[in-house]
């Protein structure tokens, strides 16, 4: 790095708590407080590398970004980037952008099948039942023998996979952007999901929110999920048109097992709430023991590359360069 070069990193974790972090940076903590107020731990000038607050507000989390005129690198704790992408115009050219990759793998799948199982074998009745203190038995289905879709196949999705394996499905289709081939078998494209949909008895949403994602579940993609099919949703709200769900949901032909939604906070008093067959979580894909470790170990790896001029991982897009 040049001598002149700025060093401030604002990192939502106290320097203090994480082992390993390079020399040659000055470290500043700055994670917007509780209601995004809190003063800024220096001058946004002088930041180089901003590290994105966790599960704060959108607009906490890019506050600072249009006072960051000497940025060079945002470094998200989250997989998805759409509040930061929907702020470039905030950013000068060449500043890289990345996302969390390997942080949130193994606590969203494991949030996904949890929503999977609930959802198939009625948990939510189980637990509705208690409270009543009555004994409801019956019949419900089983995840084992049910073909599964995947809809987004990057790390989430592979750690999706990866943990159905164990419960005997039938089938695991995988789709994403374009064609590939992986270990585990082909990758399909987006535009083989019409013929895909009425095979599947679960889908499971994990792409990334972008223009080409969102509104994705509309009316005509839930009209070919075949009767009795489950929805389940990991990725972002938007990538659901709600007004159509809702208007399969009142019919009883499909369920839903969603941890984001649309709006989202979902307010007091939204339809969706009482839907019939839907469960609902409140966006806690991400956020459990499993995350503060492995940010750590990502922040103290591009850092590290960051100081030695290395090459830095998931990077999502640079700043001013075509396509970004």
């Given at each position: 790095m040049s001598i002149d070069a700025p060093r401030d990193v604002w990192l939502p974790i106290p320097p203090d708590e994480i082992d390993g972090l390079p020399e040659g940076l000055d470290y500043l903590f700055w994670d917007g407080g509780e209601g995004g107020d809190q003063a800024y731990p220096g001058d946004p000038a002088r930041c180089a590398v901003y590290v994105v607050p966790y599960m704060k507000r959108q607009q906490v989390r890019v506050r600072p970004l249009r006072e960051m005129r000497n940025l060079r690198v945002v470094q998200t704790l989250t997989a998805g980037v759409d509040d930061i992408t929907a702020r470039l115009s905030d950013l000068a050219p060449g500043v890289r952008l990345c996302n969390a990759r390997g942080v949130h793998e193994a606590s969203t799948a494991e949030l996904a099948l949890a929503l999977t199982l609930a959802a198939l074998r009625g948990i939510p009745?189980?637990?509705?039942?208690?409270?009543?203190?009555?004994?409801?038995?019956?019949?419900?289905?089983?995840?084992?023998?049910?073909?599964?879709?995947?809809?987004?196949?990057?790390?989430?999705?592979?750690?999706?996979?990866?943990?159905?394996?164990?419960?005997?499905?039938?089938?695991?289709?995988?789709?994403?952007?374009?064609?590939?081939?992986?270990?585990?078998?082909?990758?399909?494209?987006?535009?083989?999901?019409?013929?895909?949909?009425?095979?599947?008895?679960?889908?499971?949403?994990?792409?990334?929110?972008?223009?080409?994602?969102?509104?994705?579940?509309?009316?005509?993609?839930?009209?070919?999920?075949?009767?009795?099919?489950?929805?389940?949703?990991?990725?972002?709200?938007?990538?659901?048109?709600?007004?159509?769900?809702?208007?399969?949901?009142?019919?009883?032909?499909?369920?839903?097992?969603?941890?984001?939604?649309?709006?989202?906070?979902?307010?007091?008093?939204?339809?969706?709430?009482?839907?019939?067959?839907?469960?609902?979580?409140?966006?806690?894909?991400g956020p459990t023991s499993a995350f503060l470790p492995r940010a750590k170990r990502l922040l103290v790896d591009q850092l590290g590359r960051y100081v030695n001029q290395e090459p830095l991982r998931h990077v999502i897009l640079t700043t001013g360069v075509a396509g970004a």
């Open positions: 009745g189980f637990v509705r039942a208690q409270d009543r203190e009555q004994w409801r038995s019956g019949f419900h289905p089983a995840l084992a023998d049910k073909n599964v879709l995947i809809v987004g196949y990057g790390a989430i999705g592979a750690a999706i996979e990866d943990r159905l394996v164990p419960f005997e499905v039938a089938r695991v289709a995988r789709v994403a952007r374009s064609q590939r081939t992986t270990a585990r078998g082909l990758v399909h494209p987006f535009t083989e999901l019409p013929a895909l949909l009425p095979e599947a008895d679960v889908v499971v949403l994990s792409t990334p929110l972008d223009e080409t994602t969102r509104g994705l579940v509309d009316g005509a993609f839930l009209a070919r999920m075949k009767d009795g099919a489950l929805l389940v949703n990991v990725a972002r709200g938007p990538v659901v048109d709600t007004k159509a769900l809702l208007a399969e949901l009142e019919t009883g032909r499909l369920t839903a097992a969603l941890d984001v939604t649309d709006p989202e906070p979902l307010p007091q008093g939204h339809p969706l709430w009482h839907a019939p067959g839907v469960l609902i979580s409140p966006h806690v894909g």
